[in-house]
Structures are given as C-alpha cells and as structure tokens.
Antibody, heavy 126, light 108 residues
Framework: QLQLVESGGGLVKPGGSLRLSCAAS??????????MTWIRQSPGKGLEWIAS????????EYADSVQGRFTISRDNAKNSLFLQMDSLSGEDTAVYFC?????????????????WGQGTLVTVSS | EIVLTQSPGTLSLSPGERATLSCRAS???????LAWYQQKPGQAPRVLIY???SVATGIPDRFSGSGSGTDFTLTISRLESEDFAVYYC?????????FGQGTKLEIK
C-alpha cells in the first residue's frame, strides 16, 4: 500500500518562498519508476495541476500559472518529491497535494493520478 | 487549454437511486484520456475511472464511466450513503492536465 505524506506548508508573506516535501513509502513500491505530480486546490479555482516530473528527473512540466516561480524536483534515494515555491502571492493560497502518476512514461499526457497524499495547506498573506 | 465543464453543479438524490454526472470538454480528448475522481470532505481525491470507462482497482462495480471525444458520463447505478461526495473529471491527454469544476452529490 503506497503512502504519500506532504509537509512544509504554512503561512508565508507575499513575495516569500516555501519548500514542500512529499515522502513516499510502501512495500513493493519503486519510487524512481513513476512520474510524480503536484496538484493544488483552492476554493476559487478548484483542482489545478501545477507540475510533474519523470522518474529520473530529466523531464519536468509546469502549468503557466507557476512556470518560472515553482520548481519540482525529487530525490529517489530518499523516496521524496519536492516543490520549491518562490515569489508567492495570494493566488497561490491552496492545499497542495502530491500524487503518483499511473505510469512511467507520461510526457505530454497519458497518465492519470493513481494515488494522492492528504495535502498540506499553504497560506500566503501579510 | 482544454476546458472541462461538469453538470449539474449539484445533484440531490436518495440512496438507492441512480446518479448520472456529465463532463463536457471544449476539445476532443486524446485517446479518451479522461479520469473521474471522488473527493470527500477533508480527504484527498481518489481515482474511480480512467480511460473514460476503466474502473480503478478497488472501486465498487456500481461505478461506471462512458463516453468519448468531448462528452463523458459517470454513472453510479445504486447510490449508497458513502457515495455522497464531490466528483471531478480530469483530462490527461494534453498538458495542461485540466480538471472540471466538480459536481456535488448530496443526499436528498
């Protein structure tokens, strides 16, 4: 059974930075095999896909809303996924979920979100 | 960007009834890469249906998906109390991988 646990959320001032982490665990789960994704959910904008990364971190994709401000990365040795968030604004206030994609080769589409963490709340406010 | 429009916004039904939820896309979805997720308050979404009609592992067979191209449907054949939740569709055929705004299924 795969478990994904996010951490690192909190209150940050506009213009500030935050780094989210997602720890993956579970028997028989090969973290490095799978694409991983960050999604966020805010009352005003619903669910929003924001970034994905392939298994060996050679390919990343970003939503336009975070391109150039957020960086997705991973440490396969530690079964961990990260999201570095810079230049934050109130529009970034949301619950952030990490999720495992359904496959290994998801470049340009083809993989749904098969497992989700419980999420971590990020609030951007002065 | 592919816009997904779900209808109705809220659906009020009783246990035992049949639920039909709609998801319409602004453009054709490649290979019918359309998923449905269920979300309960305070919980993460969980996948129910992928590829428009394939039922995810562990999902009861009262859930089914259909459709192709731009029009998709999630059907719950006989509602049980635990099915009252919010349902989202998502297209994963083309980046950005967009979600619908959700349908809230509430007890009548």
């Amino acid at each position: 059974q795969l478990q994904l646990v996010e951490s690192g959320g909190g209150l940050v001032k506009p213009g500030g930075s935050l780094r989210l982490s997602c720890a993956a665990s579970g028997s028989g789960f090969s973290f490095s095999y799978y694409y991983m994704t960050w999604i966020r959910q805010s009352p005003g904008k619903g669910l929003e896909w924001i970034a994905s990364i392939d298994g060996d971190a050679s390919h990343t994709e970003y939503a336009d809303s975070v391109q150039g401000r957020f960086t997705i990365s991973r440490d396969n040795a530690k079964n961990s996924l990260f999201l570095q968030m810079d230049s934050l604004s109130g529009e970034d206030t949301a619950v952030y979920f990490c999720a495992r994609d359904s496959g290994r080769y998801c470049d340009g589409g083809g993989c749904y979100l098969s497992d989700w963490g419980q999420g971590t709340l990020v609030t951007v406010s002065s | 960007e592919i816009v997904l429009t779900q209808s109705p916004g809220t659906l009020s039904l009783s246990p035992g009834e049949r639920a039909t939820l709609s998801c319409r896309a602004s453009q054709n979805i490649n290979y019918n890469f359309l998923a449905w997720y269920q979300q309960k308050p305070g919980q993460a979404p969980r996948v129910l249906i992928y590829g428009a009609s394939s039922v995810a592992t562990g999902i009861p067979d009262r859930f089914s998906g259909s459709g192709s191209g731009t029009d998709f449907t999630l059907t719950i054949s006989r509602l049980e109390s635990e099915d009252f939740a919010v349902y989202y569709c998502q297209q994963y055929g083309r980046s950005p991988y967009t979600f619908g705004q959700g349908t809230k299924l509430e007890i009548k």
